[in-house]
């Protein structure tokens, strides 16, 4: 009774996470595997773990937000120049950017950026293209600037942010401004990146024939990875492959096998589903 709560408790927090799904969720007396809990139990690990500046690199998609009249450090007629969305509910605007992110190679890292995040010193702000320098401490993002136009070189960090971890994908990125009562904050979302796992894996079984399906979760799929193994003590290796939501596999008399399925593309594989096993009689 008490694990179960405790599990319980793990799938709320992993329900309020953006972004975070879980390959199975369960019902009351439900079984899980070892291999989903662990699965929930590294997402949940992961969460705690000190950001760094490393993890950051690669190519990630934007979405600003600010107040509605103004942008950070003054919300009542500043200009932060164009693309933005229409104000919602007249609490916030939005638009898009992409930030790439480069290691140095000697221990430091910068960031490239459609839109800067500083104004610019003079005419249109926070509507160019600049250059920064980038490092991560404590759950503090800095950025200081190196190039943009209007921008120039700053001795020290520009701008300090809050950094959160919101998934192995995501971050959270935001600054509270209660001088002005002005707000920024970045939602960063890496692009390339794995596709979502699989779910619902079911079985059918007739005649020692097992018939395996499972729900598709991402249109940016290549193939899926069969997994199995006949003791519940042994690893799951794989297989065979399918190109689509279905598989057949045989299983003899007085056997049991479990299944687990994964998502594939051009940029990696999915964390697995549900595990379910499967007795031949």
């Known amino acids: 009774m008490r694990l179960t709560f405790i599990i319980c408790l793990f799938l709320s927090s992993i329900t309020f996470a953006a972004d975070y799904k879980s390959a199975q969720r369960l019902a009351s007396g439900d079984v899980i595997s070892a291999d989903v809990f662990n699965d929930i139990l590294d997402r949940i690990e992961l969460t705690l773990k000190e950001i760094t500046a490393n993890e950051m690199v690669g190519s990630w998609r934007v ?3 600010t107040c509605v009249n103004g942008g950070p450090g003054n919300c009542f007629g500043l200009d932060v120049g164009t693309g933005w969305s229409d104000s919602v509910d007249n609490l916030y605007k939005s638009r898009t950017d992409i930030w790439e992110v480069e290691s140095d190679g000697d221990g430091t890292y910068s960031v490239s950026m459609q839109k800067c995040f500083t104004g610019a010193v003079s005419g249109t702000y926070y509507n160019d293209a600049c250059s920064a320098r980038l490092a991560v401490d404590s759950g503090i993002l800095l950025l200081g600037t190196l190039t943009g136009a209007g921008v120039t070189l700053a001795s020290q960090h520009s701008s300090m942010f809050n950094i959160k971890r919101v998934s192995d994908s995501r971050f ?5 401004n209660s001088g002005s ?3 920024v904050s970045f939602t960063l979302d890496r692009i390339a990146w794995p596709p979502e796992a699989p779910s619902s894996l079911s079985a059918v079984f007739d005649s020692g024939t097992v018939s395996l399906s499972w729900a598709e979760n991402d249109v940016n799929v290549t193939s899926y990875t069969i997994k199995s193994k006949d003791d519940p003590l042994d690893d799951f290796t794989e297989l065979n ?5 279905f598989f057949t596999d045989e299983l003899i008399a007085g056997k049991s096998r479990w299944y687990r399925v994964f ?3 051009e940029h990696g594989i ?3 589903s549900n595990v379910i096993r499967v007795d031949s009689p």
């Open 63 to 65: 979405q600003w937000k």
């Open 172 to 176: 959270s990125v935001w600054r509270l």
């Open 181 to 183: 009562n002005s707000f």
């Open 241 to 245: 492959t399918s190109s689509s939501a």
């Open 263 to 265: 998502a594939v593309n």
């Open 270 to 272: 999915s964390i697995g």
